[in-house]
């Protein structure tokens, strides 16, 4: 087993960087450039821009470079988020806006292409990713695997979060310790507690036995609290507090245990908004959000599908020389939303083993979009051969933008990247009016 990760090698990807300029306010002349990945704003410290204003909320609006556009999400703020007369929850703007906070204004530009670190090798831990974002995420895993920093995943349902707690623990120190989950979101307050600090015999109706909690069974390893973001305000107290002494008294007892545990947890859930709605305790969220990772959605690392599904077809049971899917169906998956994620995808993969033919995908939570290949009216009198060649057309200018924008424009990158032949690249870039 991995005790560390000191000779894990790396490398450097092209990164899209956002510029933000305060011109307006009592931070007037601000300035910050980073990469367009989770940028918050907001008067708490660990935000990537720090403001004084106190009209600001303490999380108050996240962004994200999002293709040729800038994705804005507020954080349930108190005075909201503004481009101009608009108010904005969640949407996309162009370079150049300029955004409103409370007594703040800041201007969002394009800062043009940077570099950053990433892990060589696309698998690590049994996580696997080809994209530039998993590359990166890898990379991050394992500098944070070697630490005893407390580490919050944040990510979709089925995006994976689990699979990297666990290897946080198997690359770390602790990996010959014990691993332990609590799935905060799947017990009642009651059992969540008794889960957590364990209980004595009698402690309350059907405690039978003692019982021993999960911060004790984790003793000298892992404890992932998954879906933490459901787990009850009372309970959050009592965490902290478990947390901070690392000692604790089962329900119904009176002696203290002392533990000695890297806590890693996970959530769907934005807790920063929950911060700011007073569902969740801040000093809890300072706690556990010391380490910060953010694993990204399926349809945002598309070129990572057909690496998943070889993989997959192989672990369910696929041992055919053939493979799984052919271009028709590997398309279609290409152009999947994938609601589900990585999960879904292995879903369809195991049912297709299992019944021979890729079963009909879930359109119902894709979003329309104009001159979206969903739409069938742009069909109307095509032969099927007319129709997939648009179909394939789209999804073949979409990849290519999106690739082209991953490698900084320099098309060996970008073939190194999608593993094709540079001069088949270059020929496809033409074709779609990109070089």
């Known amino acids: ?46 935000n990537a821009l720090q403001l004084t204003d106190q009209t600001v909320s303490r999380y108050h609006v996240e962004l994200r470079r999002h293709d040729d556009m ?51 090798k696309a698998e690590l ?21 070697a630490s005893e920093a407390t580490v919050l995943l944040r990510g979709e349902s089925g995006s994976g979060k689990e699979l990297v707690a666990r290897a946080l623990h198997d690359l770390s120190p602790r990996s010959q310790a014990p691993f332990v989950t609590v799935d905060c979101g799947s017990l009642s307050p ?31 390893g892992t404890l992932f609290l998954d879906e ?6 009372d309970l959050q107290a009592a965490l902290l507090g478990a947390l901070e002494r690392r000692r604790f008294t089962r329900l119904g007892g009176d002696d203290e245990i002392a533990v000695d545990i890297r806590v890693v947890c996970a959530t769907h859930r934005d807790l920063r908004r929950e911060v700011n709605a007073e569902r969740f305790r801040l000093d809890l969220y300072y706690r556990l959000a010391v380490l910060k990772l953010t694993l990204p959605p399926l349809r945002e690392r598309r070129e990572d599908i057909p690496g998943l599904v070889q993989r997959f077809a192989i672990t369910c049971g696929h041992d055919s ?8 169906a ?85 073939a190194r990247q999608a593993k094709m032949d540079r001069s088949h690249l270059l020929d496809l870039l033409k074709k779609h009016g990109l070089r």
């Open 321 to 328: 020389d053939e493979p799984l899917f052919d271009e028709d």
């Open 70 to 120: 800038i994705e804005v999400v507020d954080l349930n703020s108190t005075n909201g988020t503004f481009a101009g007369p608009v108010r904005i929850d969640r949407g996309r703007i162009a370079a150049g806006t300029e955004l409103s906070m409370g007594a703040t204004r800041l201007r969002i530009e394009d800062a043009g292409v940077g570099r950053a670190p990433a892990f060589k």
């Open 125 to 145: 831990g049994g996580i696997y990713g080809e994209s530039a974002a998993m590359r990166r995420l890898l990379h991050a895993v394992s500098k944070a695997a």
């Open 190 to 220: 009651t059992l969540v507690a008794s889960e957590l600090f364990g209980h004595e015999k009698g402690a309350f109706t059907g405690a039978h036995r003692q019982r021993q909690g999960a911060l004790e069974r984790a003793h000298g």
């Open 330 to 414: 590997m398309a279609q998956l290409m152009a999947h939303e994938f609601p589900g994620n990585v999960r879904e995808l292995r879903n369809i993969v195991e049912a297709t083993v299992v019944m021979g033919d890729l079963p009909e995908l879930d359109e119902s939570d894709r979003p329309a979009a104009s001159g979206s290949s969903a739409e069938l009216d742009d069909f109307a009198g095509a032969t099927y051969k007319e129709a997939r060649g648009k179909v394939l057309a789209q999804f073949e200018a979409a990849f290519l933008a999106k690739l082209m924008e991953r490698s900084g424009g320099v098309v060996s990158e970008g």
């Open 228 to 233: 933490l973001g459901e787990l009850p305000g």
């Open 1 to 46: 087993m991995v005790k560390s990760t000191h000779f894990f090698k790396t490398t450097n990807v092209p990164v899209s960087r956002l510029r933000l300029v305060v011109t307006h306010g009592p931070d007037q002349g601000a300035t910050l450039v980073e990469d367009g990945d989770n940028m918050a704003i907001g008067t708490a410290s660990d």
